[in-house]
């Protein structure tokens, strides 16, 4: 039998979460964003769910692209990172994947090829990541034209830096410097609202918004769980108790005896560790679940299994499930607790957890 360690999928609540972002994008169309396997819950699970719902996909490679076409998709994938290659350009013609292009040597690549896709320019407007510096942009734009005059350009995008903290004042500096840089081509669409941009009270949304954070249920906003957003946990990570014993006050649990006793303390082992990408950083008082009942971490994650203290759950036993994070345990507050963020727990989960969908 293999063990029961799980990540549960709610696919219910993905979609009802891809339709409170719609809600809130106003005139906006929404292209789901599905990168990094849909957050840790399965590229092509989530791409298929939320099929009638999305009129595109948003992803940041070419291989990203193609597992979404592997699923039998047929929607637009928009390559938010460009291509790596010239030979990828084809690749992104023939199957209707949209590049979005934020170099002189992707522009140079284009100039030698006959075959292009539809395609995206990207316009730094203060991350300074990637894409062209608002003052190169009309000088880009002569470039394509010169390369043909029936350009397969769609529009513009640009990404927020600081969206999540409702106090900074550089989102509305950021989309003023992109209004500007792309005023002189309004018949092109303009797509600057990551899953942030969706709560900020008079934020304009353009023509497509791209969520990706709050379509999982987690929030991304600073100080903000999901579910105080009106978002649903989509993904429940949970694991059996595998072992009960009690402590007795002044012993110690774990590596680098981190927790001792404070008094005699019923504790349990859980199989999920750091190996299974639950953080290490996570520790003492950090929440979790069982039957229902909040519970929490003691002492250091291990690679396997973590220990927990069951002073708050007198009646659970050995083959119950533990849940550490889903609908009782927010991901945020775990996130909190590990001193990070909920984006990178969910696409932290490895490989050997299965996931289950409903």
Same mark, same amino acid.
């Given at each position: @039998?293999?063990?029961?360690?799980?990540?549960?999928?709610?696919?219910?609540?993905?979609?009802?979460?891809?339709?409170? #972002?719609?809600?809130?994008?106003?005139?906006?169309?929404?292209?789901?964003v599905?990168?990094?396997?849909?957050?840790?819950?399965? *590229?092509?699970?989530?791409? /298929?769910?939320?099929?009638?719902?999305?009129?595109? &996909?948003?992803?940041?490679?070419?291989?990203? +692209?193609? #597992?979404?076409?592997?699923?039998?998709? *047929?929607?637009?994938?928009?390559?938010?990172?460009g291509?790596?290659?010239?030979?990828?350009?084809?690749?992104?013609?023939?199957?209707?994947?949209?590049?979005?292009?934020?170099?002189?040597?992707?522009?140079?690549?284009?100039?030698?090829?006959?075959?292009?896709?539809?395609?995206?320019?990207?316009?730094?407007?203060?991350m300074?990541?990637?894409?062209?510096h608002?003052?190169?942009?009309?000088?880009?734009?002569?470039r394509?034209?010169? @390369? /043909?005059?029936?350009?397969?350009?769609l529009?513009?995008?640009?990404?927020?830096?600081?969206?999540?903290?409702?106090?900074?004042?550089?989102t509305?500096?950021?989309?003023?410097?992109?209004?500007?840089?792309? =005023?002189?081509?309004?018949?092109?669409?303009?797509?600057? +609202?990551?899953?942030?941009?969706?709560?900020?009270p008079?934020?304009?949304?353009?023509?497509?918004?791209?969520?990706?954070?709050?379509?999982?249920?987690? =929030?991304? @906003?600073v100080?903000?769980?999901?579910?105080?957003?009106?978002?649903e946990?989509?993904? %429940?990570?949970?694991?059996?108790?595998?072992?009960?014993?009690?402590?007795?006050?002044?012993? !110690?649990?774990? &590596?680098?005896? %981190?927790?001792?006793?404070?008094?005699?303390t019923?504790?349990?082992?859980?199989?999920?560790?750091?190996?299974?990408? &639950?953080?290490?950083?996570?520790?003492?008082?950090?929440?979790a679940?069982?039957?229902g009942?909040?519970?929490?971490?003691?002492?250091?994650? %291990?690679?396997?299994?973590?220990?927990?203290d069951?002073?708050n759950?007198?009646?659970?036993?050995?083959?119950?499930?533990?849940?550490?994070?889903?609908?009782?345990?927010?991901?945020?507050?775990?996130a909190?607790?590990?001193?990070?963020? !909920?984006?990178?727990?969910?696409?932290?989960?490895?490989?050997?957890?299965?996931?289950?969908?409903?």
């Amino acid at each position: @039998m293999p063990r029961s360690t799980i990540a549960r999928i709610d696919l219910g609540a993905l979609r009802r979460n891809f339709q409170t #972002a719609q809600r809130r994008a106003g005139g906006a169309r929404v292209m789901a964003v599905v990168k990094a396997d849909g957050y840790g819950h399965g *590229i092509g699970p989530v791409a /298929s769910a939320l099929d009638s719902l999305a009129p595109k &996909y948003a992803v940041a490679c070419l291989e990203e +692209a193609r #597992a979404i076409r592997e699923t039998g998709l *047929i929607q637009p994938v928009v390559l938010l990172q460009g291509v790596h290659a010239e030979a990828d350009i084809d690749e992104c013609a023939r199957n209707g994947f949209e590049p979005v292009f934020h170099s002189f040597q992707q522009l140079a690549w284009l100039e030698r090829l006959e075959n292009w896709p539809a395609f995206w320019l990207k316009v730094n407007s203060g991350m300074n990541r990637l894409g062209f510096h608002p003052d190169e942009l009309a000088g880009v734009m002569s470039r394509l034209q010169a @390369m /043909s005059a029936d350009t397969e350009l769609l529009g513009f995008v640009t990404h927020f830096a600081c969206a999540d903290d409702p106090d900074s004042a550089m989102t509305a500096q950021q989309t003023a410097v992109f209004e500007k840089a792309t =005023s002189s081509f309004p018949d092109l669409m303009k797509s600057v +609202a990551n899953s942030a941009a969706h709560f900020r009270p008079g934020q304009p949304m353009f023509d497509w918004s791209r969520p990706g954070i709050m379509l999982y249920g987690g =929030s991304p @906003m600073v100080g903000t769980t999901g579910p105080e957003l009106g978002l649903e946990p989509v993904m %429940s990570l949970e694991a059996p108790l595998i072992s009960t014993r009690l402590v007795p006050a002044g012993e !110690s649990v774990g &590596y680098g005896a %981190s927790w001792v006793a404070d008094r005699d303390t019923r504790m349990g082992m859980v199989a999920i560790g750091y190996g299974d990408g &639950y953080p290490r950083h996570a520790g003492t008082n950090t929440p979790a679940a069982i039957n229902g009942q909040r519970i929490r971490l003691i002492g250091r994650v %291990s690679m396997d299994m973590l220990a927990v203290d069951l002073t708050n759950a007198p009646d659970a036993k050995e083959g119950d499930s533990v849940e550490l994070w889903g609908r009782t345990v927010g991901v945020d507050e775990v996130a909190a607790c590990a001193g990070t963020i !909920s984006y990178e727990l969910m696409t932290g989960i490895t490989g050997r957890v299965p996931r289950q969908y409903r």
